[in-house]
Nanobody
Framework: QVQLVESGGGLVQPGGSLSLSCAASGDIFSRYAMGWYRQAPGNQRELVASINNSGSTNYADSVKGRFTISRDNAKRTVYLQMNSLKPEDTAVYYC????????????WGQGTQVTVSS
């Protein structure tokens, strides 16, 4: 089992920055790919960024050039640095841990609210 706890959300003005953290426990962290997803009310949950256990990253087109995902295996933590925030980025952001070759092995955090508003 993997337990995930997100932190770092809050209210920020357009153009501002936030850094999210996801702390993992319960299993060998380095064996998991990690991702950040977001969901606004009435919308589908969508991938924001992911990073696998080799360090390869993937970003949604809407956040390329603005967001950066990283991981620190020693700290068992995944980060999402968000710059140049837009109102459209407002959502609950969720952390996900998954095994790419075992699709049923899949864990989610509780989410953290990000609100971008003037």
């Amino acid at each position: 089992q993997v337990q995930l706890v997100e932190s770092g959300g809050g209210l920020v003005q357009p153009g501002g920055s936030l850094s999210l953290s996801c702390a993992a426990s319960g299993d060998i962290f380095s064996r998991y790919a990690m991702g950040w997803y977001r969901q606004a009310p009435g919308n589908q949950r969508e991938l924001v960024a992911s990073i696998n256990n080799s360090g390869s990253t993937n970003y949604a087109d809407s956040v390329k050039g603005r967001f950066t995902i990283s991981r620190d295996n020693a700290k068992r933590t995944v980060y999402l640095q968000m710059n140049s925030l837009k109102p459209e980025d407002t959502a609950v952001y969720y952390c996900r841990a998954f095994r790419v070759l075992y699709t049923e092995i899949n864990y989610w955090g509780q989410g953290t609210q990000v609100t971008v508003s003037s």
